[in-house]
């Protein structure tokens, strides 16, 4: 049953009908439809705008049309238009006339996106779960490994000495900094349209209050032009989404490379890896490709969002049905990666013994050495530059900068003696660190302790 039918009088052409429909991908708000639709039928009753009775009706005949969908006993038409026509169209045949005065008062524009919006709550808070599932993990891998030496690197160059417990927290401010985007976004989010009507709202004497209430919303909408047409909070979670992304990727990258011989870092748990069809010696760290790649998939969903609300005038227009699909893909593309990310992540282990012999090579205690000669009194750039000439020295010698005799160190400069071997090694490199949110142990270990108490914060949020 067309709900807009009366004004036309021809039929519309097949291949329009089905290139108009969005059953297909719409269907999977029936909850928030139907949730939303007894709100709505019991303002109406209340209201006096429908008779009681009738709003009873409509509401329980709702909640067994959703009950039944559940379980499978109903299946949506795709034949339908949308989920809102589907579920309608459902209620009259089930209780007749009454089910027609549903739609008293509201339009599908503001039924839509109340849809949206209840929809994107729902899968910010499924994310925000996700989210701190993944900072449990981290932050009891940096526990474990808070005393383990790697290098740091900028350039992917070996640059000072950390601790991978520090590298680790690196990831966890990320996303904490992703866990508070989307707490802002639901804020955002947390505005009920109802009652906007098709974009100048509606002469019937309706309670959004009451509406709001029922459903669980903090506000109210305060322009229906804006309300029906505002798509801000999907492009908001998509883009909250696209920076998870994007720290999932960073950290993948990490993670592919850290596994290969060259570094021999981390092993990833065969449950997350895979082989080769014809090299049998290869383990392969398709998850950690696999998100990567997908990073780009939730780019597209953005950009595709952006792109679709860029021109569109005051109020709503028919491009705006292109929201559901970016929103859909890109919340289960982000969840899922979430998801098989931190399986991974705790699965791995991790080659200390390793890291610690990489952060011994590659120059990465020179800044301390220039630190010593400073502390010695040298203006910084005088003992820059005398530190390079050591380097090279070494580099020139095939050899480590801690394996230079003191007679090697003088011939650079006579401000060197011995103390400086114990200056410029890892140890102290990274123990001299202890300022706030620097690798040395006591810094790391306040780092930790925030990271509890904000995870603390978090749970209590979720509960």
Request: glycine share 8%; net charge negative; aromatic share 8%.
């Amino acid at each position: 049953m067309r709900l807009w039918g009366g004004r036309f009088s021809g039929e519309t052409d097949g291949q329009a009908d089905s290139f108009h429909s969005s059953v297909s991908f719409d269907q999977r708000l029936y909850k928030q439809d139907i949730r939303g639709s007894i709100a709505h039928a019991l303002m109406l009753g209340r209201q006096g705008i429908i008779a009681p009775a009738e709003a009873e009706a409509i509401a329980q005949a709702l909640k067994a049309i959703m009950a039944d969908i559940d379980s499978g006993a109903l299946a949506v038409d795709r034949t339908s238009e949308d989920i809102h026509s589907f579920v309608e169209s459902e209620l009259i045949s089930r209780i007749g006339d009454a089910g027609g005065r549903l739609h008293t008062g509201r339009s599908r524009n503001d039924q839509v996106a109340l849809d949206m919006r209840m929809y994107v709550k729902e899968e910010i808070d499924a994310t925000r779960t996700l989210l701190v599932n993944l900072m449990e993990v981290l932050l009891a891998a940096a526990k474990k490994h808070a005393g383990d030496i790697m290098p740091g690197f900028t350039h992917m160059q070996k640059a000072q000495p950390v601790t991978l417990g520090h590298h680790l927290l690196a990831y966890f401010q990320m996303f904490q900094r992703d866990y508070k985007r989307l707490c802002g976004c639901y804020e955002r989010t947390d505005e009920m349209p109802l009652g906007s009507g098709a974009l100048a709202s509606t002469t019937y004497p309706i309670d959004r209050e009451f509406v709001r209430e029922k459903l669980g919303f903090k506000n109210i909408t305060l322009n229906s032009l804006d309300a029906v047409s505002d798509r801000d909070f999907c492009i908001e979670f998509i883009s909250c989404l696209s920076i998870i992304m994007m720290h999932l990727s960073r950290f993948c990258e990490e993670i592919i490379l850290w596994s290969t011989d060259s570094f021999g870092f981390a092993e990833i748990s065969d449950a997350f890896a895979t082989g080769s069809s014809i090299m049998p010696q290869k383990k392969n760290p398709d998850m950690a490709e696999l998100i990567r790649g997908k990073t780009g998939r939730v780019y597209g969903s953005l950009m595709g969002l952006l792109t679709m609300m860029k021109g569109l005038p005051l109020a709503y227009n028919k491009d705006m049905q292109e929201d559901k699909e970016a929103v859909f893909d890109a919340a289960d593309t982000a969840k899922s990666c979430l998801a098989v990310f931190c399986g991974m992540l705790e699965s791995m282990s991790f080659n200390t013994e390793n890291m610690y012999q990489s952060a011994l090579e590659g120059y990465a205690n020179a800044t301390d050495a220039a630190d010593w000669l400073v502390k010695k009194g040298l203006a910084f750039r005088e003992a820059h530059e005398i530190t390079g000439r050591l380097v090279l020295y070494a580099l020139e010698k095939k050899t480590a900068l801690n394996e230079l005799t003191l007679g090697e160190f003088k011939k650079i400069s006579d401000v060197f003696d011995r103390a400086i071997y114990e200056a410029i090694s890892v140890e102290a490199c990274v123990g001299a660190r202890n300022v706030p949110g620097g690798p040395a142990r006591g810094a790391l270990l306040k780092a930790i302790e925030s990271a509890e108490m904000f995870l603390i914060n978090a749970a209590k949020k979720q509960d």
